[in-house]
């Protein structure tokens, strides 16, 4: 079909990324350089369709799965609350050696001082881009585009230090997302973004039921 010829690149970037999500979900570490591959793709479908803010995001996707695969290979330590009778504690452990294990990142709520400070950093982010894209781009959506590409600066952050409300935050950058795709007729990434919304609430729900299996464990 002359369609799946033109939009093959798309299509690939569509299914690479419900492998992502899937690998998410499980909290399967491979998810990492999937998203690399996808984040890849889908820079290039982005700059062809306009979607500036979009395409910045997935360099920044790109970016940031290199830490995260670095986060959740060698562990830390951070998310446990400090007593007086603990040592500082910081963010990252060293590579294990003979005599050390690296500590797995569990998923946790997320602090409500660190909620403040990430809501702060998510309106600089979109007011910056929404400046820059209504001035000096010609994308027909910059609001919108820079409302879901703060969101998912945030979102992505989030989930590479395994903070569970980053599921909360793809729910509506999906949401809006398919509602922008439908209007500019990238009909495979919306189909996508769909998949993607209804495999958010079944992250959260899998997340939740960690949290409380480490809780009673511990």
Same mark, same amino acid.
């Given at each position: 079909?002359?369609?799946?010829?033109?939009?093959?690149?798309?299509?690939?970037?569509?299914?690479?990324?419900?492998?992502?999500?899937?690998?998410?979900?499980?909290?399967?570490?491979?998810?990492?350089?999937?998203?690399?591959?996808?984040?890849?793709?889908?820079?290039?479908?982005?700059?062809?369709?306009?979607?500036?803010?979009?395409?910045?995001?997935?360099?920044?996707?790109?970016?940031?799965?290199?830490?995260?695969?670095?986060?959740?290979?060698?562990?830390?330590?951070?998310?446990?609350?400090?007593?007086?009778?603990?040592?500082?504690?910081?963010?990252?452990?060293?590579?294990?050696?003979?005599?050390?294990?690296?500590?797995?990142?569990?998923?946790?709520?997320?602090?409500?001082?660190?909620?403040?400070?990430?809501?702060?950093?998510?309106?600089?982010?979109?007011?910056?881009?929404?400046?820059?894209?209504?001035?000096?781009?010609?994308?027909?959506?910059?609001?919108?585009?820079?409302? =879901? $590409? /703060? !969101?998912?600066?945030?979102? *992505?952050? #989030?989930?590479?230090?395994? %903070?569970? &409300?980053?599921?909360?935050?793809?729910?509506?950058?999906?949401?809006?997302?398919?509602?922008?795709?439908?209007?500019?007729?990238?009909?495979? =990434? $919306? /189909? !996508?973004?769909?998949?993607? *919304?209804? #495999?958010?609430?079944?992250? %959260?729900? &899998?997340?939740?039921?960690?949290?409380?299996?480490?809780?009673?464990?511990?």
């Amino acid at each position: 079909m002359p369609w799946i010829t033109e939009h093959w690149l798309e299509i690939f970037g569509a299914l690479a990324g419900i492998i992502y999500v899937l690998l998410e979900i499980r909290q399967n570490i491979w998810l990492w350089p999937v998203g690399i591959v996808t984040s890849s793709v889908y820079i290039i479908v982005f700059f062809t369709s306009k979607f500036y803010a979009d395409m910045s995001l997935q360099v920044y996707y790109l970016v940031i799965s290199f830490y995260g695969w670095y986060a959740w290979s060698y562990g830390t330590l951070n998310h446990e609350p400090k007593t007086l009778n603990q040592q500082p504690e910081t963010s990252y452990q060293q590579p294990a050696t003979s005599n050390q294990q690296p500590e797995t990142l569990h998923p946790t709520p997320t602090p409500l001082r660190l909620a403040v400070k990430l809501a702060g950093v998510y309106i600089i982010l979109h007011a910056a881009m929404w400046y820059i894209l209504a001035n000096h781009t010609d994308s027909p959506v910059a609001g919108w585009d820079s409302f =879901t $590409t /703060a !969101l998912s600066v945030i979102a *992505t952050w #989030m989930l590479a230090r395994k %903070y569970i &409300e980053h599921w909360i935050l793809w729910i509506i950058v999906n949401i809006v997302s398919m509602i922008l795709y439908i209007y500019k007729g990238l009909y495979p =990434t $919306t /189909a !996508l973004f769909l998949v993607y *919304t209804l #495999m958010a609430f079944v992250g %959260y729900r &899998e997340w939740r039921r960690d949290i409380k299996i480490n809780e009673i464990s511990s």
